[in-house]
């Protein structure tokens, strides 16, 4: 099956630096990525939407200068949290769409766990 | 709205005793749906999904699931449960391409 890797699978920063999160489709191109963000207890939530070659689509309530979203190949997009605080901590996870005859399947990465000092 | 309702927060099983999660959408279309499990710290796995065809879906684990458009629901299910099935349930659905919608999810609890 399709595969997602993340990188890395959790990092530890101090309050004001930036981070950035990998995603890659290890056997497949994937037009479009999607950025989850969940907090302890609770549900996935819906970030930004990344096409290859174009703006990433955010989410009403996400920060495009904060969270940037870079989508350079059909096998790699890219969150940079910038500047970030210790309300950033959380658990990223990535996800990337293949189309097969008309269906598309989105193949998960492990997540990010991203605390901020 | 496009929405998807786990009613159930949390459940307790006994171990070897049958599981149904429950799962409701609001959809102005038929969706894509799906099932995923969690364990702690730990990123999503897919139990199964339904596209079209055949409502009674087949997954992992020993996991089915029945898509019900009469009541826009999609329950999970399985006869008899492991203890190492503990972990948090999660039911989405989305459109061609589109980002998935996520409930709030299940806690599941396997009591010996």
């Known amino acids: 099956g399709a595969v997602v890797s993340q990188h890395p699978s959790w990092v530890i920063c101090k309050s004001g630096t930036s981070v950035k999160i990998e995603c890659r489709s290890l056997?497949?191109?994937?037009?479009?990525m999607f950025w989850y963000r969940q907090f302890p207890k609770q549900s996935l939530m819906l970030m930004a939407t990344?096409?290859?070659?174009?703006?990433?689509?955010?989410e009403q309530g996400v920060e495009k200068d904060k969270f940037l979203i870079n989508h350079a190949s059909l096998t790699l997009s890219t969150l940079t949290v910038t500047s970030a605080h210790p309300e950033d901590s959380s658990f990223y996870i990535c996800?990337?769409?293949?189309?097969?005859?008309?269906?598309?399947?989105?193949?998960f990465g492990p997540g990010t766990r991203l605390t901020v000092l | 709205a496009q929405s998807v309702t786990q009613p159930d927060i949390h459940i307790t099983v006994s171990e070897g005793a049958s599981l149904e999660l429950r799962c409701n959408y609001s959809?102005?279309?038929?969706?894509?749906l799906f099932w995923y499990v969690q364990s702690p710290g730990q990123g999503l796995q897919l139990l199964l999904k339904y596209f079209s065809g055949d409502t009674l879906v087949q997954g992992i684990k020993g996991f089915e699931a029945e898509f019900k458009r009469s009541q826009s629901s999609f329950n999970l299910r399985k006869p008899s449960v492991h203890w190492s099935d503990a972990a948090e349930y999660f039911c989405a659905l989305n459109q061609a391409g589109t980002a998935l919608i996520f409930g709030k999810g299940t806690t599941l609890s396997v009591s010996s």
């Open positions: 959809y102005g279309a038929t969706p894509y």
């Open positions: 996800s990337a769409s293949q189309g097969l005859a008309g269906v598309y399947e989105q193949f």
């Open positions: 056997d497949f191109q994937a037009t479009t």
């Open positions: 990344s096409n290859e070659g174009s703006k990433a689509t955010y």
